[in-house]
């Protein structure tokens, strides 16, 4: 998929909502909404990708879009487990794939890590601005 102009859903609608999910634990007082761990948000971002079928055809190939966003959230998500500084490396690769993948013709998988990785680092400032927000 390629773009005529930089386009602004891939990049404000996963990362928006994944600051939204990212916050709502510590707005919450749902028992298995843990503010320690993120395994359940990851959980709601996975069943939330679902609605990359709902795109229209010239995004190729749904699922491989759908088979790119679970690649992106693995890479995004289990990593963190062992090195707890790992967000800042999902956080700059996004920013920087933002910033020239659409002037490429990319295929879905590659968009579909593109989406994932933006979910994630919204995760994980809406997580960090929640924890430091009172």
């Not at 690649?71 to 500084?85: R, Y």
């Not at 490429?104 to 979910?119: C, E, K, Q």
């Amino acid at each position: 998929m390629k773009w005529e102009e930089p386009p602004l859903w891939p990049v404000a609608i996963p990362s928006g909502f994944g600051f939204l999910i990212g916050v709502i634990p510590y707005l919450t007082e749902v028992p298995y909404l843990s503010k320690e761990s993120i395994d359940f948000s990851v959980l709601v971002l996975l069943i939330a990708a679902l609605s990359l079928f709902l795109l229209n055809e010239r995004y190729g190939n749904k699922f491989e879009l759908y088979a790119g966003y679970l690649a992106g959230i693995c890479i995004g998500f289990l990593p963190i487990k062992a090195f707890s500084v790992w967000f800042i490396i999902v956080g700059l690769t996004w920013v920087f794939q933002s910033t020239y993948m659409w002037k490429y013709n990319f295929p879905p998988f590659r968009i579909g890590i593109w989406i994932a990785l933006g979910s994630m680092t919204g995760l994980y400032v809406g997580g960090i601005v929640a924890y430091n927000i009172p």
